[in-house]
């Protein structure tokens, strides 16, 4: 069995807990227009973006880092959306399962129940963004179904669960923050981490024909979502990815 990938990172610090190998798997079913991977997005192998790796092959490379996982770290699948190929991942989660090894989905969540439900299954942990909440805007900037979202949200472990918002003209509206606000709170989110959007993705964007969306939202802004946030999730923290 063979999934596609775009990368394979060693010693990641910000993919979950302790020192990760994350899996960046091909292929999302929404469109951000900020992404940071634009070439995670199409399934398709498309320049020199994709390729097609055997389970066994994978987890070579996982096991390679085996040793660094004792700081309480383990591998994170990511991509594009990994929860579209969990599948035909499900033998080598079973594996790394049956290593003791910690594995971390980070899911948009715009994915159809019953994968989720294979990675409640295997999760120990998930990080899950928190993007635009009102129903038109969901499908008209993200071309997302913000019912599945919802649905998806109710059917996750929150202590496993860390929130991620990513802050940008889009999502830094007014409404928008207020929603996000009446979300967490609804659901007694644990662990929230808000993040800037950068522009390192510009050169990826032109390699893809792509149009590159992006504008910074100041340091003032994020201050200000931050203290809101914190209010009601003690543990929220600005982070850098
Ligand atoms: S969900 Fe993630 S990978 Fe998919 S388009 Fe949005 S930012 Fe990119």
Redesign the pocket.
């Given at each position: 069995m063979k999934v596609r990938i775009t990368d394979i990172q060693h010693f990641s610090l910000h993919d979950g807990p302790g020192i990760r190998t994350t899996v960046f798997l091909k292929g999302?079913s929404?469109?951000?227009p900020w992404?940071?991977?634009p070439e995670?997005?199409s399934s398709q192998i498309e320049n020199e973006f994709g390729k097609d790796i055997s389970l066994k092959e994978l987890e070579k490379e996982i096991l390679k880092d085996k040793p660094f996982y004792e700081t309480g770290g383990g591998v994170t699948f990511s991509?594009?959306?990994p929860l579209l190929q969990i599948e035909k991942l499900e033998p080598l989660l079973k594996s790394l399962k049956n290593n003791n090894i910690n594995i971390c989905f980070e899911t948009?969540l715009f994915i159809p129940e019953k994968y989720l439900e294979l990675a409640n299954k295997y999760g120990d942990e998930f990080i899950v963004?928190i993007k635009i909440l009102n129903e038109i805007e969901c499908k008209n900037i993200l071309n997302g179904d913000i019912n599945q979202y919802l649905n998806n949200l109710s059917l996750l472990d929150l202590d496993k669960t860390t929130f991620r918002i990513p802050l940008n003209e889009f999502t830094l509206t007014y409404e928008n923050i207020n929603l996000i606000l009446e979300l967490l709170k609804k659901f007694k989110a644990k662990k929230l981490e808000i993040f800037k959007i950068h522009n390192l993705a510009r050169k990826k964007y032109e390699i893809l024909n792509k149009e590159f969306y992006f504008k910074y939202v100041s340091n003032e802004q994020i201050q200000e979502v931050y203290e809101k946030f914190k209010e009601i999730i003690p543990n929220t923290n600005i982070i850098e990815i």
């Open positions: 999302c929404i469109n951000c992404c940071a991977n995670c997005i991509g594009g959306e948009s963004d």
